[in-house]
């Protein structure tokens, strides 16, 4: 069970807007920061936000990342057909002094 | 172009024992902190460890499931990074991907991975 929960399905349909959220507690997302991860089927993960609100080079800017208290939140404006894939949220724990995963949220767009 | 190629994953019977390693290009590994994350087949992410770089005391940090079995270590003359498996348990059969990491703590770029399977 994660320590971060993550709602496991999500869907949307082409160009509409869709917020995926992460939950945690005081130790993790409280505390530190939120990352978001997006993973194709059959690939490695890819960094798609970091640092709460902060996107790497070459991810659209469709994709955009917040944080409220001990919840993140990643936003996906525009949906596309390439977006159906699962995402993963990521914080740094204090208490168990490394990182801790979501459970994933698998989007389909319809 | 960063890339991150591991290899050593095999069959390994519980209790056994693997090797890990990751070679690693495109940037400055010598400044660089490295991470190992694995992701059980049809399951989600797990942090397994992290090692700083040589200048910051090349410290190390385990998750909990793995930390006094798994010991992640690197070679900075051969841009290396690797990861010795010990007491091998059924649950950590994974994909393992070797990562550079950002803002010190979260994963980058990532390998391709590579499978280790432990069942008798």
């Known amino acids: 069970q994660s320590v971060l929960t993550q709602t496991p399905s999500a869907s949307g349909t082409p160009g509409q807007t869709v917020i995926l959220s992460c939950s945690g507690g005081?130790?993790?997302?409280?505390?530190?920061?939120v990352n978001w991860y997006q993973q194709l089927p059959g690939t490695a993960p890819k960094l798609l936000i970091h640092?709460?609100?902060q996107r790497p080079s070459g991810v659209p800017d469709r994709f955009s990342g917040s944080k409220s208290g001990t919840s993140g939140s990643l936003v996906i404006s525009g949906l596309q057909s390439e977006d159906e894939a699962i995402y993963y949220c990521?914080?740094?724990?204090?208490?168990?002094?490394?990182?801790?995963f979501g459970g994933g949220t698998k989007l389909t767009v319809l | 172009e960063v890339q991150l190629v591991e290899s050593g994953g095999a069959l390994v019977k519980p209790g056994g024992s693997l090797r890990l390693s990751c070679a690693a290009s495109?940037?400055?590994?010598?400044?660089?902190?490295m991470s190992w994350v694995r992701q059980p087949p049809g399951k989600g992410l797990e942090w397994v460890a992290r090692?700083?770089?040589?200048?910051?005391?090349?410290?190390?940090d385990y998750g909990a499931a793995v930390k006094g079995r798994f010991t992640i270590s690197r070679d900075d003359s051969t841009n290396a990074l690797y990861l010795q498996l010990d007491s091998l348990k059924p649950e950590d059969t994974a994909v393992y991907y070797c990562?550079?990491?950002?803002?010190?703590?979260?994963?980058?770029?990532w390998g391709q991975g590579t499978l280790v399977t432990v069942s008798s």
């Open positions: 990562t550079t990491l950002v803002a010190l703590r979260f994963p980058e770029s």
């Open positions: 990521a914080a740094w724990d204090d208490s168990l002094n490394g990182v801790i």
């Open positions: 495109g940037f400055a590994f010598t400044d660089a902190y």
């Open positions: 005081r130790s993790n997302i409280g505390w530190n920061t």
């Open positions: 640092t709460t609100d």
């Open positions: 090692i700083k770089r040589e200048t910051h005391g090349g410290t190390t």
